[in-house]
């Protein structure tokens, strides 16, 4: 013990300097925020499912939820099932034995149902690819709204894929009012010729 205290004192705390752009984030979380409330009128709920990964995705998944990213205060949780999730963020390669309950978890979810694939092997099988044990890729079992690469992706590529899925979910929404104000109008329109 006093060998590894003369240590210390010699050599010193030894931290890394926080990052440099730590200031650049706000203004993006803060849009990510609005942009959830304005999709979806509530927070993301999203339920993270391992298919048969090396755990190096899910260490940076966890990393989203650490004080830097604060996804909880941007209005993005993660939930235990799949009924209460909008949104499956999925890892790995899917094995065979996760086959099956990739597929349950995705039937569970209800519409509308977002899928993330995270990293090389959820996107493309990675280095396991398909083959006895392996599915391959998740979009051969299940359909994949958004993928994102990366061996394991950094956590903001991983908010920077969450955020696209939920755009995409917002698009439909938009034209849909859309089509719906204008039915509205053309038949506004239509009311003011007859009068």
């Known amino acids: 013990m006093f060998k590894l205290l003369q240590q210390v004192a010699r050599v010193g705390l030894c931290t890394e300097a926080p990052p440099a752009d730590a200031g650049a984030l706000e203004p993006a979380a803060t849009r990510v925020h609005a942009d959830i409330l304005a999709?979806?009128?509530?927070?993301?709920?999203?339920?993270?499912?391992?298919?048969?990964?090396?755990?190096?995705?899910?260490?940076?998944?966890?990393?989203?939820?650490?004080?830097?990213?604060?996804l909880e205060g941007r209005g993005i949780r993660f939930v235990a099932s799949p009924r209460h999730a909008d949104m499956l963020l999925v890892t790995g390669p899917v094995a065979r034995n996760m086959a099956l309950a990739l597929r349950r978890t995705y039937e569970a979810t209800p519409a509308p149902k977002l899928v993330v694939a995270v990293g090389d092997c959820g996107c493309t099988g990675g280095?396991?690819?398909?083959?006895?044990?392996?599915?391959?890729?998740?979009?051969?079992?299940?359909?994949?709204?958004?993928?994102?690469?990366?061996?394991?992706?950094?956590?903001?590529?991983?908010?920077?894929?969450?955020?696209?899925?939920t755009r995409r979910l917002a698009a439909p929404a938009r034209a849909a009012g859309s089509a719906a104000l204008g039915a509205a109008g053309e038949a506004a329109v239509a009311a003011g010729r007859r009068s």
């Open 39 to 70: 999709v979806l009128g509530r927070a993301l709920t999203i339920r993270q499912v391992d298919a048969g990964s090396c755990n190096g995705c899910e260490l940076e998944i966890h990393a989203l939820n650490n004080p830097y990213y604060n």
């Open 127 to 165: 280095i396991f690819g398909a083959g006895y044990a392996s599915c391959g890729a998740v979009a051969g079992v299940i359909p994949v709204d958004v993928a994102i690469p990366g061996c394991p992706p950094p956590p903001l590529e991983i908010l920077r894929g969450i955020l696209v899925a």
